[in-house]
C-alpha cells in the first residue's frame, strides 16, 4: 500500500503523491515521463540550453547506449562539445518547465571522478561528483548543503535522486521566499527542507547565473537539466509530476 504524502493536503493537486523513493522506482500514474531510455523521448523532451557557453547543435549528441547493468537501453552525458569540464556547453534541458515539483532521476557513474549534476528550475544544482563528499560533492545542495556521500552505490551501480523543489516566492517582483528542496538519495533522506539561497556557478550553470553574481533570483519557471562536462554519466527513469506548495515545506 503507497503511503500518502505527509503534506498532500497542503498541497492543490489532480493525483495522488506518494512517498516510495529509489532505485527503480516505477512513475506513479497521472507523473509525466521525461526519459524512458528512448531516443524518441530524449528528443521529444529535452533540447540543448542555450545559455552563453552553448558550443553544441541539434540534434542532441547524447548517445542512447545499452543498460550497463540491467536490461533496456540509457543516455550518457558524454558530449564531445563538453570535453575539458565544460559545463553549460553540451547540458540538456527539458523543453517544459516548471515551478513546484516531485523529481525522480537515476544515474550510473562509469569511471573514477565522474562529474555531471541535476539542475532544479535550471538554476539550482544537486550535484553529482564521485570521491567527493564537499559541500561541491556528491548529493550537496551545491554550495549551500554538504554532500551526504554515504547512501551512494559508487561506480558502476544505479543510483537515485527523488526530488521534492518548492520554487523562491515573489511580491512585486522581489523575492519572499527562497527556493526549498528536500532530497532522498537511494532511498535515504538527506536534505530536509532545505532553503537555497542563490544561483552557483556563474552565467555558464543556469539561467540567473549571470545576475548578481546568482542572487537576482527571478520569477520565472525552468527547465529540468543534466549538465555534461565531458564525463560518461548515464541517465534513466527520470520523472517529474507538478505540485502546487501552497506552504514552504518540501518534506516528504
Known amino acids: ?25 516505477p512513475a506513479p500514474n497521472g507523473t509525466m515521463i521525461l526519459f524512458d531510455g ?23 549528441k547524447w548517445e542512447i547506449v545499452d543498460d550497463p547493468v540491467d ?7 558524454q558530449d564531445s562539445a563538453a570535453a575539458g569540464g565544460l559545463y553549460g556547453s553540451a547540458d ?22 565522474g562529474n555531471s549534476g541535476v539542475y532544479l528550475q535550471n538554476r539550482y544544482e544537486i550535484q553529482i561528483l564521485d570521491s567527493d563528499s564537499t559541500i561541491h560533492g556528491m548529493a550537496a545542495v551545491i554550495n549551500e548543503k554538504i554532500s551526504p556521500y554515504w547512501p551512494y552505490n559508487g561506480l558502476g551501480q ?12 515573489f511580491e512585486d517582483e522581489e523575492r519572499t521566499e527562497p527556493a526549498m528542496v528536500t532530497l532522498y538519495f537511494n532511498g535515504e533522506k538527506v536534505h530536509e527542507n532545505v532553503p537555497i539561497q542563490q544561483v552557483w556557478g556563474g552565467p555558464f550553470s543556469g539561467i540567473d547565473g549571470g ?37 514552504p515545506d518540501t518534506d516528504f
Open 1 to 25: 500500500m503507497h503511503r500518502i504524502l505527509p503534506f498532500l493536503l497542503s498541497i492543490f493537486i489532480s493525483v495522488p503523491v506518494y512517498a516510495q523513493t529509489g532505485v527503480g522506482m
Open 38 to 60: 528512448s531516443r524518441e523521448s530524449l528528443d521529444s523532451n529535452w533540447t540543448y540550453w542555450e545559455g552563453p557557453r552553448l558550443a553544441a547543435e541539434l540534434p542532441i
Open 71 to 77: 536490461e533496456g537501453t540509457v543516455v550518457s552525458s
Open 92 to 113: 540538456i534541458v527539458t523543453q517544459k518547465k516548471f515551478r513546484d515539483f516531485r523529481l525522480h532521476v537515476e544515474f550510473l557513474i562509469t569511471e573514477s571522478g
Open 158 to 169: 544505479w543510483n537515485a535522486y527523488d526530488v521534492v523543489f518548492r520554487a523562491a516566492r
Open 211 to 247: 545576475n548578481d553574481e546568482g542572487r537576482g533570483i527571478t520569477d520565472t519557471p525552468g527547465g529540468i537539466k543534466l549538465q555534461a562536462e565531458g564525463h560518461d554519466v548515464r541517465y534513466r527513469n527520470i520523472w517529474i509530476l507538478e505540485l502546487d506548495l501552497l506552504e
